[in-house]
């Protein structure tokens, strides 16, 4: 039974949350993800620059047709582990063609990225053999590393002299492995994949790329981070998720060497002992790989682009703080928690739905505004949302 004192305790930090800034209000979306929406307690619609849904697929009406025909054909869930209740040809379907998009061998599906990157090391790598991970890196490979027996080490994500640093006294390591993101999630920042393939070349080292928010968004194919690089074919395996540009439900992979795949399918603890996508979800993410790579995939990843360039060029102009950058993720920088999330409120008052960022999510005294653009907002909805962010801005006095 749980003690008064403790909830005494828990209750006080949370109490302290509150006041320092740090809490994390959830708010309630009422319907559909998309551009604009409905949230909760809002009388308005909401100008949406928070998500994940970068080619606005979430409720693309293709793909919400090939979840609803798969619900017929397919039923809701699989109801087990796939070793014991087997898969749909969906699922055999989906991973054929992730392997045929990412130019890959073969593909192996989870329930999400985080289950990918946390049953990824664990059962590949011994006491022998080094993990070496980004200092950015997100929250599941973090997780994923820290359930390995392998030796850890951390370089600066952006600096080779330290990466070449770690490798040369890693020498000695029976498997070396690299992990980085291929975008940074709070940063937006790109990983300097054509240098550290190199790298990792030079050292003997396996490269493996989490490439969550660019899958679908960044290169020519929408291949991600290392096609737009010219390094993809240097990475050894990715891992991705389906709940961003890729239709924005749920699901994630890895994707890479056959014989790695197959390990992972009698190994790996999250999809041995986790049940399988469900159907809908599945045939939904199919869906929008099809439009990823087809002419309208193409048409959307330009207008992205020209979003993100438009919105940047923009938030500079007023006199915000902002990282320097192409992707769609936008940190405008703050520095204090307590303004990051009072300005998000102001401007979610202001009909722009935003989220603030702060310490443990980033480090303390770095916390800001994350801006998501997607290829759906319109130009319009753009400047609806700049203005607003001026507005908030002189009267937090954070424009310079």
């Known amino acids: 039974m749980i003690s008064d004192s403790l909830l005494r305790e828990i ?43 970068y080619l606005g697929l ?13 619900l017929k054909t397919h ?14 040809d969906l699922h055999v379907e989906l991973e054929k063609r992730i392997s045929d ?21 664990q059962s590949l790598l011994s006491e022998d053999d080094i993990i070496i991970s980004a200092s950015l890196n997100h929250a599941s490979i973090i997780d994923g590393v820290r359930l390995c027996r392998a030796k850890k080490a951390l370089y600066a994500y952006n600096d080779m002299a330290d990466l070449k640093r770690v490798l040369l006294e890693s020498s000695d390591r029976r498997i070396k492995v690299l992990v980085t993101d291929g975008v940074f999630s709070m940063e937006g920042d790109l990983a300097p994949l054509d240098a550290i393939s190199a790298l990792c070349e030079e050292h003997n080292a396996l490269l493996v790329v989490d490439d969550s928010h660019a899958t679908g968004v960044l290169g020519h194919h929408g291949r ?28 994630g992979y890895i994707s890479g060497k056959r014989e790695l795949v197959d390990w992972f399918r009698n190994s790996s603890r999250p999809y041995l002992f ?4 469900a159907p809908a979800v599945v045939a939904g993410s199919i869906k929008s790989l099809d439009i990823v790579q087809s002419g309208e995939g193409e048409a959307l990843r330009l207008a992205l682009a020209d979003n993100t360039r438009y919105f940047r060029e923009c938030m500079r102009d007023i006199g915000f703080q902002i990282r320097d950058g192409l992707h769609p993720i936008v940190p405008i920088m703050l520095g204090e928690a307590s303004v990051a999330t009072g300005m998000a409120d102001d401007l979610l008052s202001k009909e722009i739905y ?46 310079s």
């Open 11 to 53: 209750k006080g930090n949370l109490d302290n949350k509150k006041s320092d800034g740090t809490y994390k209000y959830e708010r309630v979306i009422l319907g559909a993800q998309g551009g604009e929406i409905a949230v909760s307690g809002s009388e308005s619609r909401i100008l949406n620059f928070c998500s994940n849904n």
């Open 58 to 70: 979430s409720s693309h009406p293709d793909v919400v047709m090939a979840a609803e025909s798969a």
């Open 75 to 88: 039923g809701f869930g699989m109801s087990s582990v796939r070793f014991i209740c087997g898969c749909t």
């Open 101 to 121: 998009f990412l130019l890959t061998e073969d593909s192996i599906l989870f329930n999400s990225c985080f289950d990918a990157n946390g049953g990824f090391f």
């Open 224 to 251: 991600g981070t290392a096609e737009l690089m010219g390094v993809h074919e240097k990475v050894d395996m990715f891992t991705g998720t389906l709940g961003k540009a890729l239709g924005g439900a749920t699901g």
């Open 274 to 277: 986790s049940n399988s996508m």
């Open 354 to 399: 935003v989220i603030g960022f702060s310490y443990p999510v980033v480090p303390e005294g770095e916390a800001r505004i994350r801006v998501q653009l997607s290829a759906i907002h319109s130009r319009e909805q753009i400047d609806r949302a700049v203005s607003a962010f001026s507005q908030s801005g002189k009267s937090y006095g954070v424009l």
